[in-house]
């Protein structure tokens, strides 16, 4: 492992101690070997790229933990690399987690990981957030649906909302400067617009 990646893993486990310095150690050689060929992070910074996204998903995840509870059905939409939903896998193992990830090399990246890293109660779905809707096991069976860095929530939102149970949440990153609106799709209403030290993140409320 490089220098560089092995100061980033370092910084993560210091501002986040319940983060497994092997477990991720493990996690991020993996997605620096996939990234030539597959495209999971920055190719010009990877090691960067990494730290970042480790740092802002165990961060979000603490958000999301204060309104989902301990047992949850989470779904990572645009999981890419695994950002949140392998960190939150780690950090919450009562979550039942489904990564939902449409491009097929991205999806077959998350299925090796699973396996890698004997990672039970995660499911990889390669689909889109409709079509994983239309699936029966996933239609309306989710208390949070979370997106990392995937596109404004006015956007997303319609495409991921038939996931949602009634009452449940969408958590979303947020660019620092750019607000949320109030309401988005049919039934998401703005419950918090957090900023936190690494991050920013919306969560709506499912009010169907």
């Known amino acids: 492992m490089s220098d560089d990646l092995e100061a980033a893993l370092t910084e993560a486990v210091r501002l986040f101690p319940p983060l497994s310095p092997d477990f991720f150690r493990r996690y991020l050689q993996e997605i620096i070997r996939w990234n030539d060929d597959v495209g999971l992070v920055s190719k010009t910074d990877p090691v960067a790229a990494c730290r970042r996204l480790l740092i802002a998903s165990a961060e979000f995840g603490g958000v999301v933990r204060t309104l989902a509870g301990a047992e949850a059905r989470v779904a990572d939409v645009g999981s890419g690399a695994g950002f ?17 990830e449409r491009r097929e090399k991205k999806a077959a990246f998350l299925e090796h990981v699973a396996r890698h890293l004997s990672l039970r109660n995660l499911e990889v779905v390669g689909a889109d957030a409709r079509d994983a809707s239309r699936l029966e096991a996933h239609r309306a069976a989710f208390d949070v649906v979370a997106t990392m860095a995937v596109g404004p929530p006015a956007r997303t939102a319609p495409e991921i ?12 990153t947020l660019p620092g400067d750019v607000d949320p609106p109030a309401r988005c799709g049919a039934h998401l209403v703005l419950e918090g617009d957090i900023r936190e030290q690494f991050g920013r993140y919306a969560l709506y409320r499912n009010r169907v």
């Open 161 to 172: 909302e038939d996931l949602l149970v009634p009452a449940s949440l969408f958590a979303t």
């Open 84 to 100: 949140p939903g392998v960190v939150w896998r780690w950090l919450y193992p009562d979550w039942k987690i489904v990564l939902i």
